[in-house]
């Protein structure tokens, strides 16, 4: 746990909890005020005194309610006189529950050095906890922890580390913990199949899936979402079908149908079969705003606009609260289109009416969107007044609109910061070229030319891979 500990350092957290907030005086009078009480009537015992402080905690709506029962604990030295596991799991669970990964591992660190040893309930908490920050590090301290202690093949800690290891891209790892399991579970197959399919093994999510059939398990509904997911990468129609009647076996023994069902949506859009994709949408009993979601991009991805649009002003009569998410739908439909005003006013909905703050993948279609209509200078302002980087993808956007409207002076300006970004990308060499060319610069050409051919420049070309998978 020391290593630990100096681990968190280095991401420039203090080096003790510093919880000398300012203590919400109504709480505490209300805490001691209790606690007499109890303790008068002669009901009352130091164990139920630490239950109260637990469930406060479990019943904390915000993080600053929470960081005030905190100081409570700390300075009624309550986890001195009750030092059960159960109670350090309940601070833990709940600061990870607010998304507070830090404070969460700096009370498991406390415990540690207290001298409570985790139990099956700690390790699955504070696995949770670390997968707020991807940290491989740590990922690998608590895996040496959780063997020390006994605790790698339990239930949730083993599905925890495989799928941690697979979020930070460790396939390896993740793959070793599942083959050393003793007694594979569906959890652990879940793990190892989501952990694959997020990170872009959509074949080998597959693969591990019929493996799983054969061993005899049947899958549930997150099995199926996560594979579904995977053929959906891989634009498989054929397998699409044959998971689709998958899913509809584990429907017939009480799973999520909400959960299923959106999947299915996901996969027939990323498959091309909007007409399917529909269907299975017509017939849900229940719609929540991932079912709305996965319609509208799907739509907007096949360059189906009208229907993404309206199916947007659908979602909203049905008064489907939109996400982030759905607003990248939203406006990569107007993209397609070439709808300028229209993406303007989803942009601004999206800031003013739902309080989304915009994410780099919005900026990007309304750079895309504002580029491809020749409006070069407001793209170019929208960039500069971005609160974050454009990334690789929003300068190749604009990058592409000067090279379709000829506009040297921001190609140049575009490709300085493309070569800044990636200095062994050659691609931008041939665009270069291509816009000196459409304005007559030969000279620029040969430039660009000689540096391309000083390079070995070549243009890769494409081919296509089909496949089919019996299940």
């Keep these: 746990m ?8 280095k991401h420039q957290i203090p080096k003790h909890i510093n919880f000398s907030l300012r203590l919400n005086h109504n709480l505490s009078s209300y805490l001691a005020t209790n606690h007499s009480q109890k303790h008068a009537n002669n009901h009352f015992t130091t164990q139920d005194w630490a239950k109260t402080i637990s469930t406060h905690i479990t019943n904390c709506r915000n993080i600053h309610q929470l960081n005030q029962i905190y100081a409570h604990v700390i300075r009624t030295h309550m986890l001195h006189f009750h030092s059960d596991p159960f109670y350090w799991n309940t601070i833990i669970r709940a600061y990870t529950s607010f998304c507070f990964p830090s404070k969460a591992l700096y009370v498991t660190i406390a415990m540690s050095r207290a001298g409570i040893y985790p139990d099956t309930y700690t390790l699955p908490v504070v696995l949770k906890a670390v997968s707020q920050k991807t940290d491989i590090s740590m ?13 790698e093949t339990n239930l949730f800690c083993e599905s925890g580390f495989i799928s941690l290891y697979a979020k930070v891209g460790e396939f390896n790892d993740a793959g070793k913990v599942f083959d050393e399991s003793p007694e594979r579970n569906l959890g652990s197959w879940n793990a190892v199949i989501g952990g694959l ?14 493996e799983m059939k054969r061993s005899g398990l049947e899958p549930d509904d997150v099995t199926m979402v996560s594979v579904t997911s995977a053929c959906g ?30 999947s299915l949506v996901d996969m027939y859009g990323k498959c091309g079969r909007m007409d399917l994709a529909y269907m299975v949408f017509s017939r849900m009993c229940e719609r929540n705003v991932s079912s709305w979601t996965s319609l509208i991009v799907g739509y907007a991805t096949h360059g189906h606009v009208s229907d993404a649009l309206e199916c947007f002003r659908g979602m909203r009569e049905a008064h489907v609260t939109p996400n982030g998410v759905t607003f990248v739908g939203v406006l990569s439909a107007c993209v397609h289109g070439g709808l300028v005003q229209e993406g303007r006013h989803y942009f601004n ?17 309304m750079v895309d969107l504002l580029g491809r209509c020749g409006l070069l200078e407001e793209a170019r302002e929208m960039v500069k007044e971005m609160p974050m980087k454009a990334n690789v993808v929003i300068w190749g956007s604009l990058m592409g609109a000067c090279e379709k409207y000829g506009n040297v002076k921001m190609g140049e300006w575009v490709a300085k910061h493309l070569q800044q970004l990636e200095p062994w990308n ?32 070549e243009k890769i070309p494409g ?4 496949e089919t998978v019996e299940i």
């Design 233 to 262: 990468s891989l634009g498989d129609l054929g397998l699409a079908f044959q998971l689709h009647k998958c899913v509809f076996q584990a429907k017939s023994i009480g799973k999520s149908d909400v959960l299923m069902s959106n």
């Design 426 to 457: 050659d691609g931008v060499y041939v665009v270069m070229s291509n816009i000196y060319a459409s304005n007559g610069l030969w000279e620029d050409v040969g430039r660009m030319r000689m540096i391309m051919k000083g390079r070995k420049v």
């Design 2 to 9: 020391t290593l630990l500990f100096n681990n968190i350092s």
């Design 349 to 365: 909905m999206m800031k003013n009416e739902y309080k989304i703050e915009p994410w780099l993948q919005h900026y990007g279609c």
């Design 139 to 151: 990922v690998k301290q608590l895996h040496t922890l959780a063997i020390k202690h006994g605790l």
């Design 197 to 210: 399919s997020r990170g872009g093994r959509g074949r080998e999510a597959v693969d591990m899936f019929l």
């Design 463 to 466: 081919y296509s891979v089909g």
